[in-house]
């Protein structure tokens, strides 16, 4: 859930025409809204490209990615106690949320306890390791939301 991406890079010479990129900046981008980063060539002729490729995304807030990985986790098709135990620390950190800002820190601990579940998952061989990454990792992000 981070509001910011990486702005560095790097592009080659084409067609011996030097390329120039504008400074970008992508840090303090608003959370719950969609965004849309676009490139437009244009030649040495000024022809602007009609069709630039557009690339757009979301910013999640933290209880918009806490519910997507509530969903991902009723998609898993995993046995009821595992998936229970899996959203009910879910389930506490979107209370604390609902109760404004000042409880941010409640549902950060709830999502500390998070990766334990998903790890005792693993070792009763109930859930892959690829599946507990991708679990481990968006908690992460919906933490790193919270700038905590």
């Excluded at 549902?107 to 998903?118: K, N, S, T």
Aim: overall charge positive.
């Amino acid at each position: 859930m981070s509001t910011a991406i990486p702005s560095s890079y790097t592009i080659p010479e084409v067609n011996k025409h030097k390329c120039k990129v504008c400074p970008i900046r992508f840090d303090n981008l608003s959370a719950g809204k969609q965004h849309e980063f676009q490139v437009r060539a244009v030649d040495t002729l000024g022809n602007k490209d009609p069709n630039p490729p557009r690339f757009s995304w979301p910013i999640l807030t933290p209880a918009q990615g806490i519910t997507q990985l509530i969903q991902l986790i009723k998609s898993m098709s995993l046995e009821h106690g595992i998936q229970t135990s899996l959203i009910a620390h879910l389930d506490a950190a979107l209370k604390f949320i609902s109760h404004g800002s000042k409880f941010n820190f409640g549902a950060c601990i709830q999502l500390d306890g998070f990766p334990r579940q998903v790890q005792a998952a693993v070792l009763v061989h109930r859930l892959s390791t690829a599946d507990a990454l991708q679990l481990i990792q968006s908690a992460e992000a919906i933490q790193n939301g919270f700038g905590m």
